[in-house]
């Protein structure tokens, strides 16, 4: 069975430059979670969707930060413009539909690095 | 929000020792998880705790849900050299508020 999917691996970019991290959660995983990893921290929730409905995105810095699961599939997390502090490994997670934490999957992470 | 504390930060230890690190919280969690992750890797659930008091093992691995619901530890024991990497503790409050810890990042010298 597939894992969930990220992509990029790595992405540098200029402050107040936009990114785009693209996840493929694992086939029939209704539950989709972004998660933002800064260095020496554990991960940080930033939303969680159900299909394609958000659950939670109370942690989201919404001013810059947007996501969307259109079809409520694959998600796609942008950062607009981004900045210094957003230097961070981003981690997409799946999970079936009423599953808890414990039974949810982490894709490799995407690394950002804002210079 | 609640206050996850890990420790220790890292640890070097020699191949064939025990580990002991271990999580503490300012307030109440009704689950305790306990992660592990390899360098460009996503964290891998190793052990998940769901009751005050209870005590789980997977292989060499060891944790147990502390009697306050205020922290957790893991044990492992004969460490090997594939053992290294970060290990996340992470509490849930309701099934929808999970924080992680800091991380222990271990090192095994062969």
């Known amino acids: 069975e597939a894992g969930v999917a990220q992509s990029p691996r790595y992405k540098i970019i200029e402050k107040r430059q936009s990114v785009a991290f693209w996840c493929n959660p694992i086939?029939?995983?209704?539950?989709l979670y972004w998660y933002q990893q800064i260095l020496g921290q554990g991960p940080k929730l930033l939303i969680q969707?159900?299909?394609?409905?958000?659950?939670?995105d109370s942690q989201l810095p919404k001013d810059r930060f947007s996501a969307e699961r259109l079809k409520g599939v694959d998600s796609t997390l942008k950062i607009q413009p981004a900045k210094l502090e957003d230097s961070a490994v981003y981690l997409c997670?799946?999970?079936?539909?009423?599953?808890?934490?414990?039974?949810?999957?982490f894709g490799q992470g995407t690394r950002l690095t804002v210079v | 929000g609640q206050q996850l504390n890990q420790s220790p930060q890292s640890m070097f230890i020699q191949e064939g020792e025990d580990v002991s690190m271990n999580c503490t919280s300012s307030?109440?969690?009704?689950?305790w998880l306990w992660y592990k992750q390899d360098p460009g890797e996503g964290p891998v659930l190793l052990i998940a705790l769901y009751k005050a008091g209870e005590l789980t093992s997977n292989g060499r691995l060891t944790a147990q849900f502390g009697i306050t619901r205020k922290d957790s530890f893991l044990n492992i024991s004969a460490s090997i050299p594939s053992d290294v990497g970060i290990y996340f503790c992470?509490?849930?409050?309701?099934?929808?508020?999970?924080?992680f810890g800091a991380g222990t990042r271990l090192t095994v010298k062969p």
């Open positions: 997670a799946s999970s079936l539909e009423g599953a808890s934490f414990t039974e949810a999957f």
């Open positions: 992470a509490g849930l409050e309701n099934n929808n508020d999970m924080r």
């Open positions: 086939s029939g995983h209704a539950t």
């Open positions: 969707f159900q299909n394609n409905g958000v659950v939670d």
């Open positions: 307030s109440i969690f009704n689950t």
